[in-house]
């Protein structure tokens, strides 16, 4: 089926989103539906996933993760990014990120 890959580096089919590499943004692609997995070519970029069935699920690659990180430019704008990719793990992540800056506030990060 059609699909094209948003600005975030993500393709969205029925709810769930599919990472795709950083340079993939924008462009027009397919998304090919098996039983278990998922598989995205939009021009020379490709990516398998396994298929999600949860409402609102993502799956993100750990490379399409570091290639996000790398596309950002500027010191504070990835740690923001690598910051929400630990956010996006859910509330324990939140809430162990809460304790570490409360607890040293000025060492945390460097």
Same mark, same amino acid.
């Given at each position: 089926m059609p699909v094209v890959v948003g600005p975030t580096a993500e393709v969205? %089919?029925?709810?769930?989103? !599919?990472?795709m590499a950083a340079d993939a943004m924008? @462009?027009?692609g397919t998304l090919f539906l098996y039983r278990d997995r998922v598989r995205i070519v939009a021009g020379?970029?490709?990516?398998?996933? +396994?298929r999600l069935f949860e409402r609102g699920a993502k799956s993100t690659l750990p490379e399409h993760r570091a290639e996000r990180v790398a596309a950002v430019s500027g010191k504070r704008a990835k #740690? !923001? &990014?690598? +910051?929400? %990719?630990? &956010?996006? &793990?859910?509330r324990p992540a939140l809430e162990y990120l809460t304790e570490l800056t409360h +607890? #040293?506030? #000025? @060492?945390? @990060?460097r």
């Amino acid at each position: 089926m059609p699909v094209v890959v948003g600005p975030t580096a993500e393709v969205v %089919h029925d709810t769930h989103s !599919y990472s795709m590499a950083a340079d993939a943004m924008g @462009i027009a692609g397919t998304l090919f539906l098996y039983r278990d997995r998922v598989r995205i070519v939009a021009g020379r970029f490709t990516a398998v996933h +396994r298929r999600l069935f949860e409402r609102g699920a993502k799956s993100t690659l750990p490379e399409h993760r570091a290639e996000r990180v790398a596309a950002v430019s500027g010191k504070r704008a990835k #740690r !923001y &990014l690598q +910051r929400e %990719h630990v &956010l996006a &793990l859910g509330r324990p992540a939140l809430e162990y990120l809460t304790e570490l800056t409360h +607890r #040293r506030p #000025r @060492i945390w @990060i460097r």
